[in-house]
């Protein structure tokens, strides 16, 4: 079977939107014509992305700023400030579960950690391939935001 890829482009401020949480990562989005329910499956800060359930079909969405479209015009991708940063929270959360043990080689977009964070399960990946070097949480901890969860060493 074939995977198909439906891109499309929404210019919006959001001003004209209304967002409700009903829990669960459940959302009414509501506008001037019409409201929908979606389901955030996940969320993927560092690619600035998130998978979602609409009409019992799942969505993968970036989403891109001015900057991200005049580079992506320009054939340019962004820069990876440091290519193998360490993990760090990207807001206060709960580690469900530590999927690497110390020493794995990964490569780039692996899973590391599953972290709950407003009610939402976010899987951290690796920027690029490494090494992990020392890992710092366990599953069940409490984390807070910028915390470093793992040191990571280039692989």
């Known amino acids: 079977m074939e995977n198909l890829i439906n891109t499309f482009e929404l210019t919006t401020d959001f001003s004209d939107m209304q967002i ?10 509501n506008t001037k014509t019409s409201s929908e329910i979606i389901e955030v499956l996940g969320v993927d800060y560092a690619n600035k992305s998130m998978t979602i359930r609409h009409n019992h079909n ?9 900057l991200d479209l005049v580079l992506d015009s320009m054939g340019i991708k962004r820069a990876v400030e440091n290519l193998n940063s360490d993990v760090k929270a990207p807001m206060p959360g709960k580690v469900l579960d530590v999927v690497v043990s110390e020493g794995d080689s990964i490569a780039k977009g692996d899973a590391i950690l599953i972290l709950e964070a407003m009610k939402m399960e976010n ?8 090494i992990i070097k020392k890992i710092l949480i366990a599953s069940s901890e409490n984390v807070e935001k910028n915390q470093i969860l793992v040191e990571l060493d280039p692989a």
């Open 58 to 66: 799942t969505h993968d969405l970036v989403f891109k700023n001015k």
């Open 20 to 29: 409700e949480d009903l829990g669960k990562s459940v959302y009414r989005i």
């Open 123 to 130: 899987v951290l990946k690796a920027e690029n391939d490494c």
